[in-house]
Each structure stands twice: as C-alpha cells, then as structure tokens.
C-alpha cells in the first residue's frame, strides 16, 4: 500500500487515491417539454411574487411621507 510522507488530518484524506472509482455515473434523463414549461412557469411565478410584493411594499417604505405626516387619533380632536 503506498503511504504519503506528508502529514494528513484524516486518514481518509491520505487514503482517497486508494478508493478511487472507475465506474461512471449514468446519463442524465433529458427533460420533457411538460416539465420545462412546468419549470419555466414555476419560474416566472416566484419572479412575480417577488416583484408584486417589491410593488406593493414600497409605498410603506417611503420615508419621506410618514415623517412629514403625524398620525392622530379622531377622539382627540374634540377635547
């Protein structure tokens, strides 16, 4: 068995080059066209989510109208 002379943490490090593979992986499955136009609707669904709440919660978060505006309550007018 060849060892290293250089010191390793693991010994598993040490000894990858023993367990090394030949064996390839299978080939991916191509995808159908139901599943990318799944995937791509999936897609543009959460873009739109994202986009939608980006819209809708800028107004709360301008700065410049609610300082300029207090908010008071209607009951305390009429003291």
Do not use: W
Not at 2 to 10: I, M, S
Not at 27 to 41: C, D, H, K, N, Y
């Amino acid at each position: 068995m060849f060892r290293r002379d250089e010191a390793v943490p693991f010994a598993f490090v040490a000894e990858a080059d023993h367990f090394r593979s030949n064996v390839t992986p299978p080939p991916r499955e191509r995808l159908g066209a139901s599943q990318i136009v799944g995937r791509t609707l999936l897609g543009l669904t959460v873009a739109a989510g994202l986009v939608g709440s980006l819209i809708f919660g800028m107004p709360s978060l301008d700065s410049r109208d609610s300082a300029t505006r207090q908010q008071q309550s209607e009951a305390s007018d009429n003291r």
